[in-house]
């Protein structure tokens, strides 16, 4: 436990009137935690799908640049 943890614990303790808007910020924590890791694997699966799409847009240029050395 940290010393920030140990001093929460004790006003909490100290100020029971806190329990509840303690509890109530721990719950949006969690929640935006989660929205956060959601977050992440959209932006992990859009950044693959990105890569994908940018080897595909460079195939047919590559095909393109050897077409036009020949012509020259």
Known sequence: MT???LHKARE????????P?????????NE???KL???AEK??????ENLV???KNQAPDK?????QRFRT
């Open 37 to 39: 890791e959601q977050s």
């Open 12 to 19: 909490t303790t100290e100020n029971p009137e806190l329990l």
């Open 53 to 55: 799409l940018r080897d």
């Open 3 to 5: 010393i920030t943890e």
């Open 63 to 67: 095909t393109s640049n050897k077409r």
């Open 43 to 48: 932006l992990g699966a859009l950044e693959a």
């Open 21 to 29: 808007e303690v509890q109530s910020l721990k719950d949006q924590l």
């Open 32 to 34: 935006h935690s989660k």
